[in-house]
């Protein structure tokens, strides 16, 4: 097969991207040993081009995460994982070279993806429990992804690729997105964050009154968008049968996530939605009843049911503080939150929860 019939996936790409910023020749990182030889760089390339508009940014293109030669997979419709990540972030004047640590971050996304089977899609969120760049002082721990404002999904010859624009958001802007949902807070972020452009230096715009304002009517309205949680810090003790009655049963959570998961019990239950937590061994579904109740499940699973009352009061009193918390209107079951420790990439501890 010839060059030219290798590459169409890739050219596809570069053509795309050609419509936006015509002959300029961006910059090009690409990777020397393939993945799949095992090199340590799962992305094939990524470019970053100079933008100027609303302000001067760079605006990253990874090359990877779809079908870039042959086609492969037995999705005509889509090619590899569907997408594209996009990247922008704000940029001197004078910078001539894009930092390291966002071609880093973007490699970073790719083993996320390459390693789990995880397909990001507009409108998801990720913790990333600590500074977006590592070493700095920026508010920015989190991402969302949201389609690139400027860059419409492009047909190639090995399938559909969307553009997936990575943003850096604050702790506070995670917890709004969890609470009401990922596109409602962009959207009303986006007179203050542009194009989507990723600022380290920028404050929470969750202390804006009128985003604040904008957030809270969308989540009382529309409730929380969140019906899956990952919680890392998750155990079931189902109770102990003693010679005068039992044990009551004890549902485990890390102090880190106590308190988003009493807010989305609030957003979810109240609207007749359920709540799945899942953890590296548990599964749990929190689910709206008449009557509250629990059931262990096969295959390490747990179904709790909550009545409006009950969801209430677990709401009200999850907090991120070690303690046991025990339910009125939930006599056989306990809810303990154990302490959070925040590491760092060597695993050193570098903040406690709870």
């Known amino acids: 097969m010839n060059e ?5 996936g890739w050219d596809a790409i570069e053509t795309a991207v050609t419509k936006l910023y015509g002959d300029q020749e961006p910059k090009h990182y690409g990777t020397l040993i393939p993945y799949r030889l095992g090199g340590p760089d799962p992305l094939d390339g990524i470019s970053a081009y100079k933008a100027e508009e609303p302000f001067p940014h760079w605006h990253f293109v990874t090359f990877g995460f779809s079908e870039l030669y042959d086609k492969e997979s037995d999705d005509a419709e889509n090619s590899g994982y569907g997408f594209e990540l996009t990247f922008r972030l704000g940029r001197e004047q004078t910078e001539e070279e894009p930092p390291a640590w966002a071609l880093n971050l973007l490699q970073n996304m790719g083993r996320y993806v390459f390693g789990s089977g995880n397909v990001f899609q507009s409108g998801d969120y990720l913790d990333a429990n600590g500074p977006i760049c590592l070493g700095s002082d920026t508010k920015l721990t989190a991402l969302a992804f949201v389609l690139d404002p400027e860059l419409p999904a492009a047909d190639t010859p090995n ?63 529309d409730g929380s968008n969140t019906g899956f949680l990952y919680v890392d810090q998750l155990g079931w003790d189902p109770g102990k049968k003693r010679l005068f ?27 007749g939605k359920s709540l799945t937590m899942a953890g590296p061994d548990l599964r749990v579904v929190l689910e709206p009843g008449a009557k509250t109740g629990f059931e262990d499940e096969r295959e390490g699973g747990v179904r709790i049911k909550l009545d ?36 760092d990439e060597d695993g050193n501890i570098v903040s406690t929860i709870g």
Not at 198 to 208: G, N, Q
Not at 249 to 268: D, E, P
Not at 309 to 315: M, P, Q, T
């Open 4 to 8: 030219e019939a290798k590459t169409t």
């Open 159 to 221: 399938g559909r690729v969307q553009f997936l624009q990575m943003v850096g958001i604050t702790g506070c802007e995670l917890e709004a997105m969890q609470i009401w949902h990922t596109l409602g807070v962009l959207q009303a972020c986006e007179e203050r964050m542009p194009r989507y452009i990723t600022d380290l230096a920028r404050a929470s715009l969750m202390e804006v009154p009128a985003i604040v304002e904008t957030v809270g009517r969308g989540a009382e309205r």
């Open 245 to 271: 009655g039992k044990t009551p049963a004890a549902l485990q959570l890390g102090a880190k996530q106590a308190g988003i998961v009493g807010k989305l019990l609030a957003g979810r239950i109240r609207k």
């Open 308 to 343: 409006d009352a009950g969801a209430a009061e677990l709401s009200r009193k999850l907090r991120p503080k070690e303690g046991v918390i025990e339910l009125s209107s939930f006599s056989g079951m306990t809810v303990q939150i154990v302490k959070t420790y925040i590491k």
